[in-house]
Protein backbone atom coordinates (compact mmCIF):
# COMPACT_ATOMS: atom_id res chain seq x y z
CA UNK A 1 0.00 0.00 0.00
CA UNK A 2 1.42 3.55 -0.98
CA UNK A 3 0.83 5.67 2.65
CA UNK A 4 1.56 9.41 2.50
CA UNK A 5 1.48 11.79 5.57
CA UNK A 6 2.46 15.25 7.14
CA UNK A 7 2.85 17.43 9.64
CA UNK A 8 3.47 21.17 9.87
CA UNK A 9 7.05 22.86 11.34
CA UNK A 10 4.45 24.92 13.70
CA UNK A 11 6.36 24.01 16.46
CA UNK A 12 7.35 20.95 19.06
CA UNK A 13 5.79 17.69 19.13
CA UNK A 14 2.97 16.68 21.68
CA UNK A 15 1.89 13.89 22.16
CA UNK A 16 -1.32 14.23 20.43
CA UNK A 17 0.74 14.52 17.45
CA UNK A 18 2.54 11.20 18.47
CA UNK A 19 -0.40 8.86 19.37
CA UNK A 20 -2.15 10.25 16.82
CA UNK A 21 -0.13 9.82 13.57
CA UNK A 22 3.56 9.38 13.81
CA UNK A 23 3.74 6.28 16.48
CA UNK A 24 1.34 4.38 12.98
CA UNK A 25 3.88 5.70 10.80
CA UNK A 26 6.91 3.97 12.89
CA UNK A 27 4.74 0.85 12.02
CA UNK A 28 3.69 1.19 8.59
CA UNK A 29 6.96 1.97 7.49
CA UNK A 30 8.15 -1.69 8.28
CA UNK A 31 5.32 -2.97 5.23
CA UNK A 32 3.86 -0.36 3.67
CA UNK A 33 5.56 2.13 1.13
CA UNK A 34 5.47 5.13 2.98
CA UNK A 35 6.16 8.97 2.32
CA UNK A 36 6.22 11.52 5.11
CA UNK A 37 6.69 14.92 4.55
CA UNK A 38 7.57 18.18 6.73
CA UNK A 39 4.97 20.36 5.46
CA UNK A 40 6.28 23.56 5.64
CA UNK A 41 4.36 25.30 2.86
CA UNK A 42 1.04 25.03 4.98
CA UNK A 43 2.88 26.32 8.10
CA UNK A 44 2.92 29.84 6.29
CA UNK A 45 -0.55 30.20 6.65
CA UNK A 46 -0.39 31.06 10.25
CA UNK A 47 1.87 33.55 11.70
CA UNK A 48 5.81 32.73 11.89
CA UNK A 49 8.84 33.69 11.64
CA UNK A 50 11.18 33.28 8.78
CA UNK A 51 14.25 33.50 10.44
CA UNK A 52 13.64 30.55 12.65
CA UNK A 53 11.81 28.28 10.34
CA UNK A 54 15.02 26.54 8.87
CA UNK A 55 15.21 25.91 12.44
CA UNK A 56 12.17 24.57 13.44
CA UNK A 57 12.35 22.28 10.13
CA UNK A 58 15.49 20.63 11.67
CA UNK A 59 14.38 20.40 15.01
CA UNK A 60 11.34 18.83 13.72
CA UNK A 61 13.33 16.38 11.21
CA UNK A 62 15.85 14.98 14.63
CA UNK A 63 12.31 14.20 16.21
CA UNK A 64 11.20 12.31 13.64
CA UNK A 65 14.20 10.30 13.30
CA UNK A 66 14.55 10.16 17.30
CA UNK A 67 10.83 8.44 17.00
CA UNK A 68 11.79 6.12 14.91
CA UNK A 69 11.15 7.50 11.05
CA UNK A 70 14.12 5.46 9.05
CA UNK A 71 14.77 7.18 5.95
CA UNK A 72 16.18 4.02 4.49
CA UNK A 73 12.61 2.46 5.11
CA UNK A 74 10.64 5.87 4.11
CA UNK A 75 10.71 8.47 1.61
CA UNK A 76 11.35 11.82 4.26
CA UNK A 77 11.32 14.91 2.83
CA UNK A 78 10.27 18.82 3.14
CA UNK A 79 7.54 19.85 1.18
CA UNK A 80 8.94 22.80 -0.27
CA UNK A 81 11.63 21.39 -1.68
CA UNK A 82 9.64 19.40 -4.48
CA UNK A 83 7.89 22.36 -6.67
CA UNK A 84 5.45 19.48 -7.99
CA UNK A 85 3.43 20.12 -4.54
CA UNK A 86 2.71 23.77 -5.49
CA UNK A 87 2.23 22.98 -9.45
CA UNK A 88 -0.58 20.50 -8.44
CA UNK A 89 -2.28 22.77 -6.09
CA UNK A 90 -2.85 25.11 -8.50
CA UNK A 91 -4.25 22.54 -10.98
CA UNK A 92 -6.58 21.22 -8.06
CA UNK A 93 -7.51 24.63 -7.24
CA UNK A 94 -9.78 24.90 -11.03
CA UNK A 95 -11.60 22.13 -9.96
CA UNK A 96 -12.10 22.25 -6.18
CA UNK A 97 -15.55 23.74 -5.07
CA UNK A 98 -14.50 27.21 -2.64
CA UNK A 99 -18.15 26.35 -0.93
CA UNK A 100 -16.39 23.07 0.24
CA UNK A 101 -12.98 25.06 0.95
CA UNK A 102 -15.15 27.77 3.53
CA UNK A 103 -17.18 24.97 5.30
CA UNK A 104 -13.78 23.52 6.61
CA UNK A 105 -14.05 23.12 10.42
CA UNK A 106 -9.93 24.14 10.65
CA UNK A 107 -10.46 27.18 8.05
CA UNK A 108 -13.11 28.46 10.30
CA UNK A 109 -11.54 27.86 13.33
CA UNK A 110 -8.30 29.27 12.13
CA UNK A 111 -9.81 32.19 11.27
CA UNK A 112 -11.42 32.99 14.33
CA UNK A 113 -7.74 32.08 15.99
CA UNK A 114 -6.10 34.35 13.75
CA UNK A 115 -8.22 37.22 12.70
CA UNK A 116 -6.00 39.57 12.02
CA UNK A 117 -4.20 37.40 9.39
CA UNK A 118 -7.15 35.55 7.55
CA UNK A 119 -5.19 34.71 4.34
CA UNK A 120 -6.17 32.92 0.86
CA UNK A 121 -3.89 30.34 1.73
CA UNK A 122 -5.92 29.78 4.87
CA UNK A 123 -8.50 28.80 2.91
CA UNK A 124 -7.01 27.10 0.36
CA UNK A 125 -4.78 24.78 2.72
CA UNK A 126 -6.77 21.74 2.25
CA UNK A 127 -5.88 21.80 -1.69
CA UNK A 128 -2.12 21.84 -0.84
CA UNK A 129 -2.94 18.64 1.12
CA UNK A 130 -4.82 17.39 -1.92
CA UNK A 131 -1.79 17.98 -4.03
CA UNK A 132 0.85 16.43 -1.11
CA UNK A 133 -1.45 13.33 -1.52
CA UNK A 134 -2.45 12.62 -4.56
CA UNK A 135 0.96 13.52 -6.11
CA UNK A 136 2.22 10.17 -4.94
CA UNK A 137 -1.01 8.30 -6.16
CA UNK A 138 -1.63 7.69 -2.05
CA UNK A 139 -4.01 4.84 -1.31
CA UNK A 140 -3.80 4.93 2.54
CA UNK A 141 -3.93 8.27 4.79
CA UNK A 142 -2.79 7.87 8.55
CA UNK A 143 -3.81 11.19 10.58
CA UNK A 144 -5.54 11.96 13.74
CA UNK A 145 -9.37 12.89 13.97
CA UNK A 146 -8.86 16.54 13.35
CA UNK A 147 -7.36 15.87 9.18
CA UNK A 148 -10.56 13.60 8.37
CA UNK A 149 -12.87 16.11 6.60
CA UNK A 150 -9.59 17.34 5.09
CA UNK A 151 -9.02 14.04 3.60
CA UNK A 152 -12.81 13.49 2.24
CA UNK A 153 -11.94 16.32 0.37
CA UNK A 154 -9.26 15.35 -1.20
CA UNK A 155 -11.17 11.94 -2.28
CA UNK A 156 -13.83 14.66 -3.73
CA UNK A 157 -11.30 16.75 -5.46
CA UNK A 158 -9.83 13.33 -6.54
CA UNK A 159 -12.95 11.73 -7.60
CA UNK A 160 -13.84 15.55 -9.97
CA UNK A 161 -10.46 15.26 -11.61
CA UNK A 162 -10.61 11.59 -12.49
CA UNK A 163 -13.97 12.33 -14.07
CA UNK A 164 -13.06 15.74 -16.02
CA UNK A 165 -10.04 14.42 -17.33
CA UNK A 166 -9.85 10.90 -17.11
CA UNK A 167 -8.64 8.28 -14.43
CA UNK A 168 -5.42 9.46 -13.25
CA UNK A 169 -5.51 9.55 -8.95
CA UNK A 170 -6.24 6.85 -6.63
CA UNK A 171 -8.73 7.58 -4.38
CA UNK A 172 -6.99 8.09 -0.54
CA UNK A 173 -8.78 6.47 2.60
CA UNK A 174 -8.42 7.82 5.96
CA UNK A 175 -6.79 5.62 8.46
CA UNK A 176 -7.14 6.70 12.30
CA UNK A 177 -6.02 5.08 14.99
CA UNK A 178 -9.35 3.33 17.00
CA UNK A 179 -8.45 5.00 20.32
CA UNK A 180 -6.26 8.25 20.50
CA UNK A 181 -7.15 9.78 17.36
CA UNK A 182 -7.89 13.22 19.49
CA UNK A 183 -5.93 13.68 22.50
CA UNK A 184 -7.21 16.45 23.87
CA UNK A 185 -5.63 19.99 25.67
CA UNK A 186 -4.23 18.83 29.34
CA UNK A 187 -5.79 22.51 30.22
CA UNK A 188 -8.98 22.25 28.49
CA UNK A 189 -9.96 19.03 27.88
CA UNK A 190 -13.08 19.77 25.47
CA UNK A 191 -10.45 20.99 22.85
CA UNK A 192 -7.95 19.16 21.04
CA UNK A 193 -4.31 19.35 22.25
CA UNK A 194 -2.61 21.87 19.57
CA UNK A 195 0.99 22.61 19.17
CA UNK A 196 0.11 26.45 18.63
CA UNK A 197 -1.19 26.45 21.83
CA UNK A 198 1.56 25.41 23.95
CA UNK A 199 -0.60 25.19 27.30
CA UNK A 200 -2.53 22.53 25.88
CA UNK A 201 0.34 20.30 25.37
CA UNK A 202 3.00 17.74 26.70
CA UNK A 203 5.55 17.55 24.34
CA UNK A 204 7.17 14.10 23.14
CA UNK A 205 10.87 15.79 24.98
CA UNK A 206 9.54 17.29 27.41
CA UNK A 207 11.94 16.81 30.62
CA UNK A 208 10.79 14.72 33.78
CA UNK A 209 10.23 18.13 35.75
CA UNK A 210 7.84 19.38 32.76
CA UNK A 211 5.97 16.00 32.79
CA UNK A 212 5.50 16.17 35.94
CA UNK A 213 4.11 19.77 36.33
CA UNK A 214 2.20 19.11 33.32
CA UNK A 215 0.17 16.54 34.35
CA UNK A 216 -0.33 17.47 38.08
CA UNK A 217 -1.85 20.43 37.09
CA UNK A 218 -3.83 19.16 34.14
CA UNK A 219 -8.03 19.82 34.34
CA UNK A 220 -10.05 17.38 35.58
CA UNK A 221 -13.68 17.25 37.61
CA UNK A 222 -14.73 17.72 41.05
CA UNK A 223 -15.98 13.99 40.97
CA UNK A 224 -13.15 11.96 42.61
CA UNK A 225 -13.22 8.76 40.56
CA UNK A 226 -10.95 7.32 38.37
CA UNK A 227 -13.77 6.22 35.33
CA UNK A 228 -13.39 6.67 31.40
CA UNK A 229 -16.65 8.66 31.07
CA UNK A 230 -15.50 10.92 28.01
CA UNK A 231 -19.01 13.06 28.26
CA UNK A 232 -19.27 13.66 31.63
CA UNK A 233 -15.24 13.71 32.96
CA UNK A 234 -13.63 14.75 29.38
CA UNK A 235 -10.25 15.58 31.94
CA UNK A 236 -9.58 12.30 33.52
CA UNK A 237 -10.76 9.92 30.13
CA UNK A 238 -8.15 12.26 28.10
CA UNK A 239 -5.44 11.22 31.00
CA UNK A 240 -6.95 7.65 31.04
CA UNK A 241 -6.48 7.21 27.56
CA UNK A 242 -2.89 8.32 27.59
CA UNK A 243 -2.52 6.08 30.15
CA UNK A 244 -3.80 3.06 27.92
CA UNK A 245 -1.71 4.37 24.96
CA UNK A 246 1.20 3.97 26.67
CA UNK A 247 1.24 1.25 29.30
CA UNK A 248 -1.00 -0.67 26.90
CA UNK A 249 -3.13 -2.04 29.85
CA UNK A 250 -7.03 -1.85 28.93
CA UNK A 251 -8.74 0.80 30.29
CA UNK A 252 -10.88 -0.81 32.40
CA UNK A 253 -7.61 -2.69 34.21
CA UNK A 254 -6.47 0.80 35.04
CA UNK A 255 -9.59 1.66 36.68
CA UNK A 256 -9.66 -1.71 38.53
CA UNK A 257 -5.98 -0.88 39.85
CA UNK A 258 -6.96 2.99 40.88
CA UNK A 259 -10.26 1.95 42.46
CA UNK A 260 -10.33 3.77 45.63
CA UNK A 261 -7.83 5.94 44.89
CA UNK A 262 -7.74 10.06 43.78
CA UNK A 263 -6.78 11.51 41.09
CA UNK A 264 -3.29 12.89 42.59
CA UNK A 265 -2.48 9.00 43.50
CA UNK A 266 -3.09 7.88 39.35
CA UNK A 267 -1.44 11.34 37.86
CA UNK A 268 1.39 10.57 39.71
CA UNK A 269 1.60 6.95 38.37
CA UNK A 270 0.79 8.57 35.03
CA UNK A 271 3.95 11.33 35.44
CA UNK A 272 5.69 8.00 36.12
CA UNK A 273 4.79 6.09 33.17
CA UNK A 274 5.50 9.00 30.47
CA UNK A 275 8.72 9.69 32.14
CA UNK A 276 9.66 6.11 31.54
CA UNK A 277 8.16 5.90 28.69
CA UNK A 278 9.45 8.97 26.58
CA UNK A 279 13.49 8.53 27.87
CA UNK A 280 14.52 6.88 24.68
CA UNK A 281 13.18 9.23 22.52
CA UNK A 282 14.97 12.51 25.29
CA UNK A 283 17.84 10.86 24.45
CA UNK A 284 17.82 9.73 21.16
CA UNK A 285 17.06 13.43 20.37
CA UNK A 286 19.75 14.69 22.30
CA UNK A 287 22.19 12.31 20.14
CA UNK A 288 20.72 13.61 16.99
CA UNK A 289 21.00 17.54 18.09
CA UNK A 290 24.39 18.02 16.98
CA UNK A 291 24.50 16.20 13.26
CA UNK A 292 22.58 18.67 11.17
CA UNK A 293 25.02 17.60 8.26
CA UNK A 294 23.38 14.35 8.30
CA UNK A 295 20.26 15.66 8.60
CA UNK A 296 20.28 17.72 5.60
CA UNK A 297 21.67 15.06 3.53
CA UNK A 298 18.68 12.74 4.74
CA UNK A 299 16.41 15.61 3.91
CA UNK A 300 18.78 16.17 0.12
CA UNK A 301 18.13 12.39 -0.50
CA UNK A 302 14.27 11.99 0.60
CA UNK A 303 13.70 15.39 -1.55
CA UNK A 304 15.04 13.62 -4.51
CA UNK A 305 13.50 10.40 -3.96
CA UNK A 306 10.20 12.19 -3.84
CA UNK A 307 10.97 14.31 -6.51
CA UNK A 308 10.96 11.16 -9.23
CA UNK A 309 7.62 9.86 -7.79
CA UNK A 310 6.42 13.61 -8.00
CA UNK A 311 7.30 14.91 -11.24
CA UNK A 312 5.79 11.07 -13.10
CA UNK A 313 2.46 12.16 -12.06
CA UNK A 314 2.53 15.86 -13.04
CA UNK A 315 3.83 14.61 -16.53
CA UNK A 316 0.64 12.68 -16.45
CA UNK A 317 -1.68 15.89 -15.05
CA UNK A 318 -0.25 17.68 -17.43
CA UNK A 319 -0.63 15.80 -20.75
CA UNK A 320 -4.45 15.12 -19.64
CA UNK A 321 -5.01 18.89 -18.68
CA UNK A 322 -3.45 19.64 -21.96
CA UNK A 323 -0.78 21.86 -20.89
CA UNK A 324 2.04 19.66 -23.00
N1 LIG B 1 -4.53 16.34 19.58
C1 LIG B 1 -4.28 15.45 18.64
N2 LIG B 1 -4.61 14.13 18.83
C2 LIG B 1 -4.35 13.22 17.85
N3 LIG B 1 -3.74 13.52 16.68
C3 LIG B 1 -3.40 14.80 16.45
N4 LIG B 1 -2.80 15.43 15.41
C4 LIG B 1 -2.67 16.75 15.70
N5 LIG B 1 -3.18 17.01 16.91
C5 LIG B 1 -3.64 15.83 17.41
C6 LIG B 1 -2.35 14.76 14.20
O1 LIG B 1 -0.95 14.98 14.06
C7 LIG B 1 -0.63 15.01 12.66
C8 LIG B 1 0.25 16.20 12.36
O2 LIG B 1 -0.39 17.41 12.74
P1 LIG B 1 -0.17 18.77 11.94
O3 LIG B 1 0.90 19.53 12.53
O4 LIG B 1 0.00 18.55 10.51
O5 LIG B 1 -1.57 19.31 12.01
P2 LIG B 1 -2.39 19.96 13.08
O6 LIG B 1 -3.63 19.17 13.17
O7 LIG B 1 -2.52 21.35 12.64
O8 LIG B 1 -1.54 19.81 14.45
P3 LIG B 1 -1.56 20.75 15.63
O9 LIG B 1 -0.73 20.14 16.67
O10 LIG B 1 -2.94 21.09 16.02
O11 LIG B 1 -0.80 21.99 15.05
P4 LIG B 1 -1.25 23.48 14.85
O12 LIG B 1 -1.41 23.99 16.24
O13 LIG B 1 -0.10 24.07 14.14
O14 LIG B 1 -2.52 23.53 14.08
C9 LIG B 1 -1.96 15.05 11.90
O15 LIG B 1 -2.21 13.76 11.37
C10 LIG B 1 -2.97 15.38 12.96
O16 LIG B 1 -4.23 14.81 12.69
Given at each position: MKIFSGIQPTGEIHIGNYLGAIKHWVKLQETQECIFSIVDLHS?????NPEILQKKILELTIAHLAVGINPEKSIFF?????KEHTELCWLLNTVCPVGDLSRMTQYKEKTKQFKKNINAGLLNYPVLQAADILLYKTEIVPIGEDQKQHIELTRTIAKKFNTK?????KIPEPQLPKIGAKIMA?????KKMSK????SCLFLFDEPDKIKKRIMSAITDTDKTIKYDIKNKPGISNLLTIYHLFSNKPIQEIEKEFEGKGYGDFKKELVELLTESLKPFREKRKELLNQEALIQKILNNGAKKAKIVAQATMEDVRKKMGLI
Open positions: LTTPYVQSRVFGETFLNDPTSMPE
